[in-house]
């Protein structure tokens, strides 16, 4: 069964607004998450992550907030860019584990 | 330049027919990963290794092999590869496979159909 989940297959947003991805989990062990951007063609990168000791971590237009209790987390992308367009996934683990669980995808398109 | 390098990239072969889909990494990195990428079901972790001669299962390990005789390298093995193995695989690598501030670096896939 699916540990991470991320129930929205896809998103388009304007530039310059702000892109919202969800992503909820069911492990309440997980205590790190993790971000990666796809690009067709490409493996993922590493976008942005946090620890479940955080409710929110930022970098430039990314932050990420954890909400242990609801199982939940998000990324949000403020501004949008048509470079973001891409499959987001969202990945968990634990810190004193090795392995990794990964949702499903969310494909973000940014309409210039 | 820092990579993770996978071989072949592409790969049609028929069923039964062993092979193995290479793994190389020049980061020194200990942890190393593979992972299969399948529509509606995303990345799912097939085995890993914390080190040279340290493998582990993931989450769907059954009809691969691994071998970690390397740091640099982690191949992939499919003994006998069945058509439910057509896949998009990804191979990882970190400093350590729970090191928070240490992501994983992928490489850029390999796409194998079994006919």
């Known amino acids: 069964d699916q540990q991470v989940k991320q129930n929205s297959p896809s998103l388009s947003v304007q530039e310059g607004r702000i892109s919202i991805l969800n992503c909820d989990y069911t492990?309440?062990?997980?205590?790190?998450f993790l971000w990666y951007k796809k690009y067709p063609a490409e493996g993922p990168t590493f976008l942005i992550s946090i620890s479940s000791i955080k409710d929110k971590n930022e970098d430039g237009r990314f932050t990420v907030f954890l909400n242990k209790s609801a199982k939940h987390l998000s990324l949000h992308i403020v501004p949008s860019q048509p470079g973001d367009s891409a499959v987001y996934f969202c990945?968990?683990?634990?810190?004193?584990?090795?392995?990794?669980?990964f949702g499903t995808g969310t494909s973000l398109t940014v309409i210039p | 330049e820092a990579q993770v390098t996978q071989n072949p990239r592409y790969l049609i072969t028929v069923t039964g027919k062993k092979l193995t889909v290479t793994c190389s990494q020049n980061m020194n990195h200990e942890y190393m990963s593979w992972y299969r990428q399948d529509p509606g079901l995303g990345l799912r972790q097939i085995y890993y290794s914390m080190n040279v001669e340290v493998t582990d299962k993931g989450d769907v390990p059954e009809g691969y092999k691994v071998s970690r005789k390397e740091k640099r390298n982690f191949p992939l093995i499919l003994e006998s590869p069945s058509p439910n193995q057509t896949s998009l695989y990804f191979c990882?690598?970190?400093?350590?496979?729970?090191?928070?501030?240490?992501?994983?670096?992928f490489g850029d896939g390999t796409r194998l159909s079994i006919l």
């Open positions: 492990n309440s062990m997980f205590d790190y």
């Open positions: 990945a968990a683990t634990l810190l004193t584990g090795n392995q990794f669980y």
């Open positions: 990882a690598s970190s400093w350590q496979g729970n090191a928070g501030n240490q992501p994983q670096h």
